[in-house]
């Protein structure tokens, strides 16, 4: 009887051993599940109306600084003509002034 109670008593501790070694099974798949999950999509935004307005103001500004920078390269293309032409009449000045100088110091 001594026996049978002992491999009882084994029989009993293996069953032990068993179900923790099934609870930790367990637990192992439960966390990779966890892991494996995919996050879930974030919710899609709500479509925005059309604004015909919005789209006329960006489209005025636009148009606005397109006007501004061509008006910005004439003027500074008047400017770059006035320059050239105030190089010339000074050439032709120095020029005149040379010849005058030049017919003052002869006349002498």
Do not use: H
């Not at 879930?40 to 307005?53: D, L, R, V, W």
């Not at 002034?97 to 110091?105: N, T, V």
Request: proline share 6%; with cysteine.
């Amino acid at each position: 009887m001594s026996d049978a109670i002992e491999k009882a008593a084994r029989d009993a501790v293996e069953a032990a051993d068993n179900t923790e070694l099934t609870r930790q099974i367990v637990a192992i798949l439960a966390a990779q599940q966890l892991l494996n999950q995919q996050p879930a999509p974030p919710p899609a935004a709500p479509a925005q109306p059309f604004e015909a307005k919005r789209w006329a103001v960006v489209g005025g500004v636009v148009v606005s600084a397109g006007l501004a920078g061509a008006l910005f390269a004439a003027a500074l293309a008047l400017v770059a003509v006035a320059v050239a032409m105030g190089g010339i009449c000074a050439t032709a000045c120095l020029l005149i002034l040379r010849s005058l100088w030049r017919d003052y110091l002869k006349g002498k």
